[in-house]
């Protein structure tokens, strides 16, 4: 099992819909929870981060974690074309380095 | 200007050959990353630094080292390059203070080794 997953795609949504994104985690001592967006041959830019169980709201975006159940997801409201890119779920693993655990990121497709 | 810069920003070289990475920040950071990262595969940690002391190996250090030589930069060397080190390279920061756990990215290095 691996210690990040994410379903790799494509996820496709036509413009102004919501768009869910979910990953899944092993470590029950995990702290931390970070969404990324990637657009193709560029780097990760940090979306929004959540620590505590719940839903966090940046804008169009909403983070919501369920630690007895493992899962972050990430809800991206009134989709736009420019939303298309890759979703990277990362974990902060319950040990004592800040380290982070990436998933493989889920393509997201935006119809217009 | 960018808060982490990598350079070179593409590079292509050949099986053997000596190759040296280099990442710099202007945010201030104490901690600062190398990742790769390969289709399918996502990202995977490298090497890490806490501070200007301190040097961890990530999950895949094998094949490369680093040097931290001062808090804001951080080089990745690959002493014999070989192909299957083709991939694309980031260097990350992040603070050593409340938001410890945020890393921000460089806008990484393409390298090819044929």
């Known amino acids: 099992q691996k210690e990040v997953e994410q379903n790799s795609g494509p996820l496709s949504v036509p413009e102004g819909a919501i768009a869910s994104l979910n990953c899944t985690y092993s470590d029950r001592g995990s702290q931390s929870f970070f969404w990324y967006r990637q657009y193709s041959g560029k780097s990760p830019e940090l979306i929004m981060f959540?620590?505590?169980?719940g839903d966090k709201e940046d804008g169009r975006f909403t983070a919501q974690l369920n630690k007895a159940s493992q899962y972050v997801s990430l809800l991206i409201r009134d989709s736009q074309p420019s939303d298309s890119a890759t979703y990277l779920c990362a974990v902060r693993n319950g040990g004592a380095t800040n380290k982070l655990i990436f998933g493989t990121g889920t393509l997201l497709a935006v119809q217009p | 200007d960018a808060d982490v810069t990598q350079t070179p920003r593409n590079r292509i070289t050949k099986t053997g050959k000596r190759i040296m990475l280099e990442c710099s920040q202007t945010k201030g950071h104490d901690r600062m990353y190398w990742y790769r990262q390969d289709p399918g595969l996502g990202l995977r940690l490298i090497y890490y630094?806490?501070?200007?002391?301190?040097?961890n190996k990530g999950e895949i250090s094998d094949g490369y080292s680093v040097s931290r030589q001062a808090q804001a930069k951080f080089s990745l060397s690959l002493e014999s390059a070989i192909p299957n080190q083709t991939a694309l390279y980031f260097c990350?920061?992040?603070?050593?203070?409340?938001?410890?756990?945020?890393?921000?990215f460089g806008p990484g290095t393409r390298l090819t080794v044929l």
């Open positions: 990350a920061t992040s603070d050593s203070g409340v938001e410890a756990d945020t890393q921000y």
């Open positions: 959540i620590y505590s169980n």
């Open positions: 630094s806490f501070d200007v002391k301190d040097i």
